[in-house]
């Protein structure tokens, strides 16, 4: 069955760093872009940055640009973020997901709180 498994989240300081990671399985993961989304309390889902299926397109929400990154490696069937500098406002629920033009598939999300 298709799953996508977060993992690397936690608590950290402001100006720390985090590398969240998601595993998939049960799908063709390299036929697919890969987004990473996340989730505030009381705030909607937001869309927090894209690549491509190939890894050549990366797009970025404007607030973390240039302190997140996206990667994927196909050959493990993984997506990360690699997210420097955070900040207190970064704190939220982050959920990968997967899409093609007919499916979408979602993980679980992982909890990243940044606090002092």
């Known amino acids: 069955q298709v799953q996508l498994v977060e993992s690397g989240g936690g608590l950290v300081q402001p100006g720390g760093s985090l590398r969240l990671s998601c595993a998939a399985s049960?799908?063709?993961?390299?036929?697919?872009?890969m987004r990473w989304y996340r989730q505030a309390p009381g705030k909607e889902r937001e869309l927090v940055a894209t690549?491509?299926?190939?890894?050549?397109?990366?797009n970025y929400k404007d607030s973390i640009k240039g302190r997140f990154t996206i990667s994927r490696d196909n050959a493990k069937n993984t997506v990360y973020l690699q997210m420097n500098n955070l900040k207190p406002e970064d704190t939220a629920v982050y959920y990968c997901?997967?899409?093609?033009?007919?499916?979408?598939?979602w993980g679980q999300g992982t909890q990243v709180t940044v606090s002092s």
């Open positions: 049960g799908f063709t993961f390299s036929r697919y872009a």
């Open positions: 690549i491509s299926s190939a890894g050549g397109g990366t």
């Open positions: 997901n997967a899409i093609e033009t007919f499916r979408n598939y």
